[in-house]
């Protein structure tokens, strides 16, 4: 890293070890023609990334489902209100003492939940893992667990902001804060909003394992992917370590984005100076996208990760391909759920046609002549057939993860 970025960064971190949020942008210097990847093999080269040992994975289309829209409203509605209820107990307390007792209380409370919802995480994941729970199934089981999470960690900043909490109470509440954002991302909010008929979520990469979940999509001209290792946390606290020791443990986590990257923040859990942490959330912001991440303080390891890639940003090299007259359908490979491109032609230009990944169609290429999605975990059959009545097939197999 150069010297003016690595004092960048620094400045950033002693702001935030201050107890305050900071955003310094960096002077990236010029930009890189391709991404860096996981693999020195990838055809879609993307950013390092936290990686899941993954026994089973699937598709899932989430589309409107009265039940599990209920599950979710239910769980927020539960913890709006606790906050209710707590805050009208404190208010009808007669002194301090009581106060502290009330906020005692509810912070077992939390606790208790805290520990219902990770055991429930771990048994979903368990039973989509045996195979008797679908892609879908599971992934309207991670959006429930998702809306008990964010509910959760709105009760234990509520606890945080009590007057009346004692430091046992705050410093608790702070350790199942961090430990809850494992369990909720942006693609679990995602499938909770299609389940409402907000929107649909076509074609979500659904991975788990012993170690973990992982999620993938292509939305809205982006590809993004979220990953959570929640056994990576753990409930011991540490200091902050100096800046020096966090600018070389975050290039060792991400060498490639802290070397592209134009912005870098870092805020710990909890932010207030005095307290011990338990974590602190990352944010990388580099020309073609983010990656943000939640790494457990005493042990260093990532926890949970958001990466977000601007898809027409991302490098792609022809990989597998086949002819049928002047027609020519290529695709471009990637890891297990990572972003495959498909690209279809006609005399050498961009063309409409219908793609088919196995026996399932996946979409139309667009007026460039591609389709991006997250790629199958195995070795699959891409067809493409143009509005000519053209069709094209080949043989295409995902790469090894990092």
Same mark, same amino acid.
């Given at each position: 890293?150069?010297?003016?970025?690595?004092?960048?960064?620094?400045?950033?971190?002693?702001?935030?070890?201050?107890?305050?949020?900071?955003?310094?942008?960096?002077?990236? &210097?010029?930009?890189?023609?391709?991404?860096?990847?996981?693999?020195?093999?990838?055809?879609?080269?993307?950013?390092?990334?936290?990686?899941?040992?993954?026994?089973?994975?699937?598709?899932?289309?989430?589309?409107?489902?009265?039940?599990?829209?209920?599950?979710?409203?239910?769980?927020?509605?539960?913890?709006?209100?606790?906050?209710?209820?707590?805050?009208?107990?404190?208010?009808?307390?007669?002194?301090?003492?009581?106060?502290?007792?009330?906020?005692?209380?509810?912070?077992?409370?939390?606790?208790?939940?805290?520990?219902?919802?990770?055991?429930?995480?771990?048994?979903?994941?368990?039973?989509?893992?045996?195979?008797?729970?679908?892609?879908?199934?599971?992934?309207?089981?991670?959006?429930?667990?998702?809306?008990?999470?964010?509910?959760?960690?709105?009760?234990?900043?509520?606890? =945080?902001?009590?007057?009346?909490?004692?430091?046992?109470?705050?410093?608790?509440?702070?350790?199942?804060?961090?430990?809850?954002?494992?369990?909720?991302?942006?693609?679990?909010?995602?499938?909770?909003?299609?389940?409402?008929?907000?929107?649909?979520?076509?074609?979500?990469?659904?991975?788990?394992?012993?170690?973990?979940?992982?999620?993938?999509?292509?939305?809205?001209?982006?590809?993004?992917?979220?990953?959570?290792?929640?056994?990576?946390?753990?409930?011991?606290?540490?200091?902050?370590?100096?800046?020096?020791?966090?600018?070389?443990?975050?290039?060792?986590?991400?060498?490639?984005?802290?070397?592209?990257?134009?912005?870098?923040?870092?805020?710990?859990?909890?932010?207030?100076?005095?307290?011990?942490?338990?974590?602190?959330?990352?944010?990388?912001?580099?020309?073609?996208?983010?990656?943000?991440?939640?790494?457990?303080?005493?042990?260093?390891?990532?926890?949970?990760?958001?990466?977000?890639?601007?898809?027409?940003?991302?490098?792609?090299?022809?990989?597998?391909?086949?002819?049928? &007259?002047?027609?020519?359908?290529?695709?471009?490979?990637?890891?297990?759920?990572?972003?495959?491109?498909?690209?279809?032609?006609?005399?050498?230009?961009?063309?409409?046609?219908?793609?088919?990944?196995?026996?399932?169609?996946?979409?139309?290429?667009?007026?460039?002549?591609?389709?991006?999605?997250?790629?199958?975990?195995?070795?699959?059959?891409?067809?493409?057939?143009?509005?000519?009545? =053209?069709?094209?097939?080949?043989?295409?197999?995902?790469?090894?993860?990092?």
């Amino acid at each position: 890293m150069s010297f003016p970025r690595a004092i960048a960064l620094l400045c950033t971190l002693l702001l935030c070890t201050s107890g305050v949020t900071a955003f310094v942008p960096v002077d990236a &210097g010029p930009s890189a023609a391709t991404l860096g990847g996981p693999s020195a093999s990838a055809a879609v080269t993307t950013p390092g990334y936290l990686p899941v040992t993954a026994e089973r994975s699937g598709f899932a289309s989430v589309d409107v489902s009265v039940t599990d829209s209920l599950a979710t409203s239910r769980a927020a509605l539960d913890q709006r209100l606790t906050r209710a209820t707590l805050q009208q107990r404190l208010d009808d307390a007669e002194n301090d003492t009581e106060r502290r007792r009330i906020v005692s209380n509810a912070t077992t409370v939390l606790e208790t939940r805290t520990n219902a919802l990770v055991a429930d995480a771990a048994d979903a994941r368990e039973r989509f893992r045996r195979g008797s729970l679908s892609a879908a199934n599971y992934s309207t089981t991670l959006a429930s667990i998702d809306a008990r999470a964010e509910s959760l960690i709105s009760l234990a900043q509520f606890i =945080e902001a009590r007057p009346a909490a004692s430091a046992t109470s705050k410093t608790r509440a702070a350790q199942f804060r961090a430990q809850l954002l494992a369990y909720s991302d942006s693609l679990r909010d995602r499938i909770a909003a299609a389940t409402d008929g907000e929107s649909r979520l076509d074609r979500l990469y659904v991975e788990a394992g012993p170690n973990g979940t992982a999620l993938a999509a292509v939305e809205d001209e982006s590809y993004v992917r979220t990953a959570s290792r929640p056994t990576n946390y753990d409930t011991d606290p540490a200091g902050v370590p100096s800046g020096s020791a966090i600018i070389d443990h975050v290039e060792s986590l991400y060498p490639w984005v802290m070397n592209q990257s134009t912005g870098v923040s870092f805020v710990p859990i909890p932010i207030q100076s005095s307290s011990a942490k338990y974590a602190y959330r990352l944010s990388l912001t580099y020309s073609n996208g983010t990656v943000e991440s939640y790494v457990d303080m005493s042990s260093g390891e990532v926890y949970q990760e958001t990466e977000t890639l601007a898809l027409d940003g991302l490098a792609a090299s022809p990989d597998a391909s086949t002819t049928s &007259g002047d027609t020519r359908l290529t695709v471009s490979r990637a890891y297990s759920g990572g972003p495959m491109r498909v690209s279809v032609t006609a005399d050498g230009s961009p063309t409409s046609a219908t793609v088919s990944i196995g026996n399932e169609t996946v979409g139309s290429t667009g007026a460039d002549g591609r389709l991006w999605t997250p790629s199958p975990s195995d070795s699959v059959t891409v067809g493409a057939r143009t509005a000519t009545g =053209e069709t094209l097939r080949v043989q295409s197999t995902s790469l090894p993860a990092a």
